[in-house]
């Protein structure tokens, strides 16, 4: 009886041994390589009293010290994969609606109807350090132009009435380059695409003004926000 529970113990205490070691841990308990669990559970259902103490402290330690490992690796993995500090940001541009119902099975509908002329989050943020740099990904759904304009920059300092030349669809797409520093694709034309992604690559500090070209949809339904692109204070240095 006191057997069976000591490995009892011994097994659960082995469980989280190997829960919580990360998977290139090199002393892999995981699998195949059964020889560390066999000595755990023997150096505790052997003995009682002091090596049982002692097994207690080792185990501890383990676990302690596979605490620190795992965090100091996600750091290392934080420092060239740029996960866990925001290094890009997703961006709705433009969104499908479902009050009334909207049924695109067979085509999408006429003149823009079914469509949420925004752009959210309004205000989106990233974060990136001297080395790295980040990005935002645009998804883009309806007929819209993404256009990025520089830190700094404000909607009223859009001339809404530079256009593309023969384009009418929707007012027509603003074509203002004064400080311009990035137009999306064209997708304005009956078959255009409506839904895709664009991802945009950010390499410095700022605030980005971030409109839809279609001049409508600017001027009369607001569609712009801002990309806050901030340099990571702990990579600052
Ligand atoms: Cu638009």
Known sequence: MQKLKLQSIAAEAVTRIEICLPRVFPWKLRGGDKRATEVITKSITHIGGELMKRAVILMITILGFCGIGRSAMSQTVDDYRLSGRRADATVSFGLWQTDPPLNRFAGNPAMGAGNHHEVIPNVSRINISRKDSGGVNFIISGNHVVAIY?????????????????????????????????????ETAPTGARDRVEVVHFSKPGTYLVICAIRNHFVNDGMYGFVVVREDQLFAQ
């Open 150 to 186: 520089d830190d700094g920059t404000r909607p009223e300092d859009i001339d809404p009435n530079l256009l593309v030349p023969g384009i009418t669809t929707a007012g027509g797409v603003i074509d203002d380059p004064d400080k311009r520093i990035y137009l999306g694709a064209n």
